[in-house]
């Protein structure tokens, strides 16, 4: 028994593959349990580096780190977004000094280390440490958006393009009304994964004393006091990212199911023709 692509398993490959299963699961779950034991056996579960955790002062200082994390991404990615599209669109434009200038832009910052551009702005330009992480995320993010701004537009069918001028309709309202909301979809995952990119580059606040949630991290984990709970920290802090990064991923997905549900852009059901179903003007022939 064959399908188009493979061979389906006959009981002995089937019985291997089980055992392939098996094993695997038993060197993960071995690999797992053996880092555990070495947490146990250097003491990263004594209480002298998990009691710190349960102190006002450390909650607040955690939760104030968190707070300074999140407005900093959310100025970053409103910035980039709208920075994105104004390069996106210049890049688009028919003048070609204004697409020449848009391009220089989106590749200079799009080369630039992120980080470099923190440190110029926060050194040479003597911003405020939010201020300089904002702005180095915000030039770096917004410049590859741009392209991925770009990119989605130009995925989307030529032929999209070619019948909305054909109705009249000026480039304004092409873009808007006709390519926009059809590269939406495609540019999406991307648009997503980039703001993922700028949630895990916040952490670089902590490099000129931004109090950001993983320099509260630091500060708690290199305190003689707490016996150095650096393993602890990590701990708490890593599921923390991963939960937010998951949750705009989730977002991502239920902004999707809410286009596809939309009316504007959901295909027209058409019911089926039926034996002597006449056309419009047609008479029915005689009998």
């Known amino acids: 028994m064959t399908t188009v692509l493979y061979d389906v398993p006959g009981p002995r490959t089937r019985q291997r593959h089980r055992?392939?299963?098996l094993l695997s699961t038993v060197a993960i779950l071995a690999l797992i349990g053996w880092i555990i034991y070495l947490l146990f056996t250097t003491g990263q579960f004594t209480a002298a580096k998990w009691?710190?955790?349960?102190y006002k002062g450390i909650q607040e200082l955690l939760l104030r780190g968190l707070g300074n994390t999140l407005k900093a991404f959310a100025l970053a990615a409103v910035l980039s977004l709208a920075l994105g599209g104004v390069l996106a669109t210049g890049r688009l434009s028919e003048h070609r000094i204004v697409r020449w200038v848009c391009t220089l832009l989106v590749e200079f910052f799009r080369a630039m280390p992120v980080l470099v551009m923190i440190f110029f702005i926060y050194v040479a330009l003597k911003a405020e440490p939010l201020i300089a992480l904002v702005a180095g995320l915000t030039l770096y993010n917004g410049s590859v958006l741009a392209e991925v701004f770009r990119t989605g537009v130009h995925s989307v069918d030529r032929g999209q393009r070619e019948a909305a001028y054909a109705l009249g309709m000026h480039k304004t309202q092409v873009m808007t009304h006709v390519l926009v909301p059809q590269a939406v979809r495609?540019?999406?995952?991307a648009i997503i994964s980039q703001l993922v990119?700028?949630?895990k580059d916040t952490s670089l606040g902590y490099l000129i004393t931004y109090e950001e949630f993983l320099h509260a991290g630091k500060l708690i984990a290199s305190n003689l006091d707490y016996d150095l709970p650096f393993?602890?920290?990590v701990m708490i802090i890593s599921p923390i990212y991963i939960?937010?990064?998951m949750l705009l991923s989730w977002l991502a997905n239920w902004v999707s199911r809410r286009q596809r549900r939309n009316p504007k852009v959901e295909a027209v059901e058409v019911a089926a023709p039926e034996p002597?179903?006449?056309l419009p003007g047609s008479h029915q022939p005689p009998g």
């Not at 495609?186 to 995952?189: D, K, Q, V």
Request: hydrophobic share 50%; with cysteine.
């Open 197 to 199: 990119v700028a949630l």
């Open 243 to 245: 939960g937010m990064c």
């Open 231 to 233: 393993i602890p920290v």
């Open 19 to 21: 055992l392939y299963g």
């Open 186 to 189: 495609a540019m999406l995952p």
């Open 51 to 54: 009691t710190p955790f349960t």
């Open 276 to 278: 002597g179903t006449l």
